[in-house]
């Protein structure tokens, strides 16, 4: 079952004394930090993340700790970072490939759906892949198409893939060293627009399992599914919505890949609605997975009929007016969730 | 070179075993009885032979379609393989992966491989590994000239040279890919010579000559063991049968052309310069050949009993936990 955590979450009694507030950036420095610590079979490979700390500042401190050895700066050549990786992983390493924008792991999709997930299986489970792959995705600032887009979904389609999809700095930094701990090819996925948002993060020792959603928000008549970054918009737009008095429950699954399927199962039984909120498109995706899943199991439970609400079917544009209009938006949740609660 | 009678017997019982398993794999494909598709080493027996013979046995491989003779040459049994092609239970991947996905970590295979060019950043990445781990391994990828072509070729190659990662890199080049002559697909047909691109030594041997690839193979499995980074060999060689079973190869090669390569056969060639040479007498490579079909006729018939995974385990290892 779900864990109950809202966004502004973590109550001192939930996180402990010693909780403080970082940022989703340096949640992720610190899961690396500590993981290349605690094992050296685990080492980083990705453009720009050596002295300079990375695009993102997501590996910012790692070098001065760990030298060339293990931060090693690549040249860009995605399909050979990623055969590498794969290869090490193979050969007993835990390496971590960062790709920096999720639209450059396309270069190497042969390598990761060919090799990666598949070598376990056709091994017959005598070859482990632990290969954890970091990108970030969403659209940031007028990025424009090239470095923009939310493809998670695709890997959704893949048997052999975990795909872990954090919202909060608390979720990155326990999910991201479950990631790095376990033994499957993970798809580590973080939201540019997310980085330098802050949450409280404990200071001890933690680790989150996969396939463990959290209510970010419970309520009564709508179930609102939400991840990454759409979490955030999710959250914003139930409050706007309470204020008109529509309660919303605000699901977010972290992982889709393991899904936590009875948490959105138990919780459309209770409102009989469902939305999800994607900045992914509509097609083929994770909102269709969600939908697709309630139809077959939980038909009886609808009162109405399945929401989605993702980005718009185009290539992701750069006019601040466009890249606005395409992606799903605080009020465009607000606005089709009160029209849906009209059935 | 130090080329002993031992070194001669083994280099010889090595390709044989992989000639008489492509025979054996070709008979019973012929006769209906093997699912799925396969592409056989016969005339290229001396590359896997020759590079893999300076190899331990946790050094790593990675191969392609064409890879029986280097799963047969790294240490999987030939029963193991041969129930693999079968896609049986005892096939080194239970049954899985299938004659173009072989496995065994036991002895570094890190797979045969159904995607061009893939292997070729595989292995620059166990190599890594190895450098990381400072285990003195040494990784060897094997790939056609295909391959060369591909961005995985480029990619891996550069990065591997960049670190001075310890791997070899050989190209079979056979001439052709699938049915396509190599030099109509790039200007610079001369493989070894792209290692000058990378900053690394290139070698093109004759690979229908197992003493000389044994020979230069050695020289770039020293050079990575001791750190100094990759090479990039080139064995000029052929394949003797067509791209895959089903294939005559005869309509985009003349029959001249593919008798002419025959003659240069690296299994005759090392028995008759042996026995010219009195490094060996005709009675032990007929042993040899004895034991090696004793051997294979063993795996066939347990590759032909051996049942197919039960359906219902078609789920399992989709995860590893």
């Known amino acids: 079952m779900a864990e109950t955590a809202p966004v502004e979450q973590a109550t001192p009694s939930q996180v402990g004394a010693n909780e403080r507030t970082i940022s989703y950036v340096e949640a992720g420095v610190e899961a690396l930090r500590e993981e290349m610590r605690r094992d050296p079979s685990v080492f980083y490979i990705g453009t720009g993340i050596g002295p300079r700390g990375g695009n993102w500042q997501q590996t910012r401190g790692l070098w001065a700790e760990f030298g060339e050895e293990r931060l090693r700066d690549t040249p860009i050549s995605e399909l050979a970072m990623m055969g590498m990786g794969v290869g090490a992983a193979m050969a007993s390493s835990r390496p971590i490939v960062d790709f920096v924008f999720l639209d450059f792991v396309l270069e190497t999709m042969a390598q990761l759906i060919q090799q990666a997930s598949t070598a376990h299986y056709i091994s017959n489970g005598k070859i482990k892949v632990p290969l954890v792959v970091r990108a970030a995705m969403g659209g940031i600032r007028s990025a424009g198409p090239h470095h923009s887009h939310s493809f998670y979904s695709f890997f959704m389609h893949i048997p052999g893939l975990k795909v872990v999809v954090p919202a909060l700095p608390y979720d990155v930094k326990g999910l991201l060293k479950t990631a790095i701990r376990g033994a499957n090819p993970v798809m580590f996925l973080e939201h540019k627009g997310l980085y330098s948002s802050k949450g409280p993060v404990p200071r001890e020792e933690y680790t989150i399992p996969f396939g463990k959603s959290v209510v970010r928000r419970e309520g009564k008549d709508v179930t609102l599914v939400a991840v990454s970054q759409m979490v955030l918009r999710a959250m914003d737009a139930a409050e706007v919505m309470a204020q008109g008095g529509i309660s919303v429950e605000v699901i977010d699954p972290r992982t889709v890949v393991p899904l936590d399927r009875e948490a959105i199962l138990g919780s459309v039984a209770k409102t009989g609605r469902l939305v999800i909120a994607d900045e992914a498109y509509a097609n083929c995706g994770f909102s269709a997975e969600i939908a697709a899943m309630v139809a077959e199991e939980a038909l009886e439970d609808l009162d109405a009929p399945v929401r989605r609400i993702c980005a718009l079917p185009a290539p992701h544009a750069f006019s601040p007016s466009l890249d606005g209009y395409l992606r799903p938006s605080t009020e465009r949740i607000v606005r089709e969730v009160t029209e849906m609660m009209k059935h | ?321």
Request: proline fraction near 3%; aromatic fraction near 8%.
């Open chain 2, 1 to 321: 070179m130090n080329i002993s009678k031992d070194l001669i017997l083994a280099l010889y019982r090595t390709m044989v075993e992989i000639r008489e398993f492509e025979l054996k794999g070709y008979e019973i494909y012929r006769s209906g009885r093997m699912p799925g598709f396969i592409h056989l080493y016969v005339g290229e027996e001396a590359v896997a032979t020759g590079v893999i013979a300076h190899l331990r046995q946790d050094d790593y491989v990675t191969s392609t379609h064409r890879g029986h003779g280097h799963a047969l040459a790294k240490g999987v049994s030939p029963r193991a393989a041969l129930a693999e092609l079968m896609g049986t239970v005892e096939g080194c991947c239970g049954g899985r992966g299938g004659s173009m996905h072989l496995y065994e970590p036991a002895v570094g295979l890190l797979g045969t491989n159904g995607v061009v060019a893939s292997g070729i950043p595989i292995a620059a990445g166990a190599a890594l590994s190895a450098k990381l781990r400072r285990s003195g391994q040494v990784a060897v990828s094997f790939f056609g000239d295909g391959a060369v072509n591909a961005g995985g070729f480029h990619e891996g190659i550069n990065m591997a040279a960049t670190w001075d990662l310890p791997v070899v890199f050989v190209c079979e080049n056979n001439l052709y890919g699938t049915e396509m002559p190599f030099k109509q697909t790039t200007k610079n047909t001369n493989v070894a010579s792209r290692a000058q691109s990378y900053g690394i030594p290139g070698v093109q041997v004759d690979g229908e000559d197992v003493l000389a690839v044994y020979e230069k193979a050695g020289e770039a499995v020293e050079r990575a063991r001791q750190g100094k980074g990759p090479t990039l060999m080139e064995c000029l060689t052929y394949r003797f049968l067509g791209h895959h079973v089903g294939d005559p190869g005869t309509t985009y090669r003349s029959k001249d052309e593919v008798e002419e390569w025959k003659k240069r056969d690296a299994i005759q060639r090392l028995r008759e310069q042996a026995l010219t040479s009195k490094w060996a007498h005709e009675k032990e490579f007929e042993t040899i050949e004895g034991e090696v079909r004793r051997v294979i006729d063993e795996a066939a018939a347990v590759a032909l009993k051996s049942p197919e995974p039960l359906a219902e385990t078609a789920l399992d290892h989709v995860f590893c936990d």
